[in-house]
């Protein structure tokens, strides 16, 4: 277990078996020899995510989700729900040991992440399990898996597993037992670039991962390819978009043309290499139609990629924002790898915005205390707000704020109002030398009039407040009525009760007897002293049941007793003449028994009191054992 | 098999149940009011549902960035509980009977309140008031680390010292109100409150070389011994790919730490050595310790108020505070 404030890494966590297809075969060896039993072969795969995440899996995200600030010195990360899913899978069979998934940080134009597509399990083991039939893909050039996918070296270190201590984080992320596996990114993100994080599968791709080459100390670009070559990748692809009938639309050709000044001004002349080179390494597909030519390979080749949602957007000629530029109008002649996406998500990186430089940079102060004077500090990414025109509330030095209010008679004006948080510490009201402390029963009671004449409406505010959100809340409204009835009522009554006298003391004992059914208690004792009949006196009698219309059948309409019963319950007339002739005898019950010869106490009855019970029982037991005899089988 | 319950098992069970059966309220508890509705009203108490204009009535007492601290008018808060007990009281008698009651009732509030939030690794504290305080941020720290670490101290503590337990004030409530504002209210006046990055995200990391070689971007990692985890005060270059923009090269990295400071070179010394531990904001006295007037600068001081026509009729606590500060 680990302690509060502690955590323990881990390397890794790894299943005891990874996911995929088995198969197991159980044989037995008999003895003695000579005997066989047939071997048995079951199948059964081991699944798990593979071409999507379930939502429940990432837990948190750094650098946050969309999120603009200081990320430079960090690496970024993803933290995962289930410790063992980095092991899960096998990049491929030699390497039992690597975990198979990597987050890769890819900065704008880097690469084409498209989202949707069919699953593809070509070259894969255990083509049919999979977890969903589409997924997400990143393509990108092998120079881009050069520079920043992972080496197989890396990648032990680039994954671990986090035990930390639930009860410690105020919302404990939503994690169920505190073991938590995290992915990092290899790549250090840059100010004032635009990353987008992919949570790739390098299943199948081990082949494909960059050797390792000796290191250096210092780096000095920050992106794989330039601004300005991204940019013509994204004009040509908005050509091939355009492209009608072997020609380009106007727009799109004035477009071409400036971008392509707006790149020679943003790169000198000869360092950028637009595409147009004659050979693309994806051949163009056989099948076209009689009404397209082909005009540039480059633009067939993106073409027959076409139809794919494009993740990001490209605006104007000098703007891309996330994956979305073909990578074939970047690099005609690479060779694309294709990965597999189970998530991804974008943040930029900036010069000022992490934790320390946010909370350093709190403008800290009382509460009262006014922003500094002059434009308000500009975020990152936010255009300056115009000044204020507003004039500057007028505060007090005891926290009172002058507000607009309109009085009871319709007038506009000011007043002050204080809430509950003040600059000053208040002293609070105490109960004085008599030991009342003054309660407030209407809003009305706390309007004071401040030295200036304005109104000072800050605690008939707070009344009001309460009053209202007690009022909406109807479990405590029940519960302050039904504490005034329980509490109030039977202290008011007990104060009647300081009275001498005997219809007093009855009420008295009741009340003390029995508190909480107070109401009822007193009904019983006001009834037990006054006598049921004399209840009259106390108001009209409620009838105790409506009466019915007359039907004609009963005992009031002149019938015998004998007659109506037996009509009512359909019994032969003279059997219930003779049953009622016979009197209670007749229904079991011992006549010589009356109600007030039964003792009152429990500890005056003797063996005798109980001889017509033990009776009644035996013979229940004789029946029940006869009953069970006959069901046994037994003859009786 | 036919299941049959029997009167001795019924019986049984109803004696059992007894004693778990819900008390009348008004009797039986442990207080005067009602359990639910002592929860209630202390939770009222500590202004739960009450409309952030009402707490903080101009935008500009607390403009974007910006940490404010605060005393809890504690009248404030006790005319907010006589409004919400008012609901009870119909007829004079009822009031009369309120007011009787009421010291009664505002005791155990106060001790009630101090138990409205208790995590499950602390022990609730009650007994009479003290005073409370608080702060309010509005800052994108606060929506972009949601679950940053706000602790108050009534002493002052070492900025990088373990978790002073004894001199932790208890956090009475600690909210969102929105996504960027964060309310917390301690139980007593604080000597220094420490704001910290939340642990659960923490990151590996590096620092930049300084002075930056003229050839490009550097990065330099602070080693730590293995075992204790204390800094040596020594660093190594952190190794990149060749030719590729900012791409850390983990192996060697690895490599190098080892051969700079030892150890077993395992996974969870990498990690010792490459993490970086959460930033810690300190608020609480500096060296030239600013008097209360730099803190709070009034539109309209005492001074003028006491000018006013009417100054002799309402001389409050609060005035009077002031200017025994004053």
């Known amino acids: 277990m680990v302690s509060q404030g502690d955590f323990i890494l881990h390397d890794a966590v790894r299943p005891a078996v990874p996911d995929g297809a088995y198969t197991l075969t159980v044989t037995q060896q008999l003895d003695p020899p000579g005997q066989s039993v047939d071997p048995l072969t079951k199948y059964l795969a081991v699944t798990g995510p593979r071409f999507t995440l379930p939502p429940d899996q990432p837990l948190s995200f750094f650098p946050p989700q969309n999120a603009t600030g200081a990320f430079s010195t960090r690496l970024p990360q993803i933290v995962l729900q289930r410790r063992t899913l980095p092991w899960e899978r096998l990049i491929d069979d030699g390497e039992p040991d690597l975990p198979w998934l990597a987050l890769v940080v890819l900065a704008d134009g880097e690469g084409q992440l498209t989202t949707g597509q069919p699953v593809d399990t070509t070259g894969l083991p255990d083509p049919d399990l999979r977890d969903s039939d589409t997924r997400d893909v990143l393509t990108v050039t092998e120079r881009v898996i050069s520079q920043v996918f992972p080496s197989k070296q890396d990648l032990p270190w680039l994954c671990h597993v986090r035990e930390v201590d639930l009860s410690d984080t105020e919302l404990a992320l939503g994690d169920d037992d505190g073991w938590l596996a995290v992915v990092l990114a290899n790549r250090l993100p840059q100010p004032g670039v635009h990353y987008t994080a992919c949570l790739v599968s390098l299943e199948g791709h081990g082949g494909d991962l960059p050797a390792t080459e000796p290191p250096v100390n210092f780096f000095t670009g920050t992106t794989v390819y330039t601004r300005a070559q991204v940019n013509a990748a994204a004009v040509l692809q908005r050509q091939s978009e355009t492209f009608v009938d072997g020609t380009f639309s106007e727009a799109a050709v004035s477009e071409a043309a400036v971008s392509e000044a707006a790149v020679s001004e943003a790169e000198p002349p000869g360092a950028v290499t637009l595409v147009g080179a004659p050979l693309p390494a994806t051949k163009p597909p056989v099948t076209r139609d009689a009404w397209s030519a082909p005009a540039l390979p480059g633009v067939v080749a993106a073409g027959q990629q076409a139809g794919t949602v494009v993740k990001g957007r490209v605006s104007g000629a000098t703007s891309v924002t996330g994956l979305s530029v073909n990578q074939v109008f970047i690099d005609p002649q690479a060779r694309l790898v294709q990965f597999t996406v189970l998530k991804h998500w974008s943040f930029t990186c900036g010069d000022g915005g992490d934790f320390e430089s946010l909370v350093r940079g709190l403008d800290d102060g009382m509460l009262g205390t006014l922003p500094p004077p002059g434009p308000p500090p500009t975020t990152p990414g936010t255009p300056p707000g115009a000044p204020s025109t507003r004039p500057d509330p007028v505060i007090t030095d005891t926290g009172h704020v002058q507000t607009a209010a309109v009085s009871r008679s319709g007038d506009p004006g000011q007043a002050w109002y204080r809430g509950p948080f003040t600059p000053r510490q208040i002293l609070r009201a105490e109960p004085d030398a008599t030991g009342v402390l003054p309660l407030l029963h209407a809003a009305d009671q706390a309007r004071r009039v401040g030295p200036d004449g304005l109104e000072d409406l800050s605690l008939a505010t707070a009344f009001e407040i309460g009053r209202l959100l007690a009022t909406s809340a109807p479990a405590v409204v029940a519960g302050l009525l039904g504490w005034r009835q329980d509490g109030y009522q039977p202290a008011r009554v007990r104060g009647i009760l300081t009275v001498p006298g005997s219809l007093q003391a009855r009420l008295r004992q009741v009340l003390d007897e029995n508190r909480a059914v107070f109401s009822a208690g007193v009904a019983a004792g006001m009834l037990g002293s006054l006598g049921a009949d004399s209840a009259a006196r106390l108001g009209p009698v409620r009838p105790l049941a409506k009466p019915g219309p007359d039907l004609g059948v009963g005992l009031a309409s002149g019938g015998d007793l004998a007659s109506v019963v037996a009509q009512g319950f359909g019994l032969d007339q003279g059997q219930v003449s003779a049953v009622l002739a016979a009197g209670p005898a007749a229904g079991g019950l011992d006549p010589s028994v009356t109600a007030s010869q039964l003792p009152s106490q429990l500890g005056e009855l003797g063996p005798a009191d109980f001889a017509a019970a033990r009776a009644g029982l035996s013979a229940r037991v004789t029946s029940l054992v006869a009953q069970a005899r006959l069901l046994a089988g037994e003859e009786p | ?326």
């Open chain 2, 1 to 326: 098999m036919k299941v049959t319950l029997t009167a001795h098992d019924a019986l049984g069970v109803a004696w059992d149940a007894k004693q778990y059966m819900v008390q009348p309220s008004g009797q039986g508890g442990t207080g005067l009011l009602p359990d639910g509705v002592r929860d209630w009203l202390a939770a009222l108490r500590l202004t739960e549902g009450v409309p952030f204009q009402h707490l903080v009535v101009d935008d500009r007492l607390l403009p974007p960035e910006s940490i404010r601290f605060f005393y809890l008018d504690r009248n404030w808060t006790d005319a907010l509980v006589a409004g919400a007990l008012s609901v009870s009281a119909i007829t004079t008698d009822d009031r009369a009977q309120l007011q009787a009651l009421y010291p009664q009732v505002r005791d155990e509030l106060d001790a009630a309140e101090r138990l409205v939030r208790v995590p499950g690794n602390e022990v609730g504290v009650d007994g009479p008031a003290d005073v409370v305080t608080g702060l309010l941020i509005r800052s994108r720290a606060v929506s972009g680390w949601p679950a940053m670490h706000v602790r108050a101290y009534r002493t002052e503590v070492p900025d990088d010292g373990p978790d002073d337990e004894t001199s932790r004030l208890h956090l009475m409530r600690l909210e969102r109100l929105a996504p960027s504002v964060l309310l917390a209210l301690f139980d007593g006046v604080p000597a220094v409150v420490h704001l910290e990055e939340p642990r659960s995200g923490l990151q590996f990391g590096f620092e930049l070389t300084d002075p930056q070689p003229p050839a490009g971007l550097a990065y330099e990692l602070p080693l730590r011994t293995p075992g204790t985890g204390t800094e040596t005060g020594a660093t190594v270059p952190v190794p990149f790919r060749p030719g590729a923009p900012g791409v850390v090269d983990l192996a060697a990295l690895q490599a190098s730490i080892l051969r700079a400071v030892g150890g077993n070179g395992s996974g969870a010394e990498f990690a010792l050595e490459v993490l970086r531990f959460p930033y810690r904001q300190v608020f609480g006295p500096s060296e030239q310790d600013p008097s209360f007037d730099e803190l709070f600068q009034p539109q309209v001081g005492i001074e003028q108020i006491r000018t006013w026509p009417d100054y002799t009729i309402t001389v409050t606590a609060a005035e009077e505070q002031a200017e025994g500060e004053s």
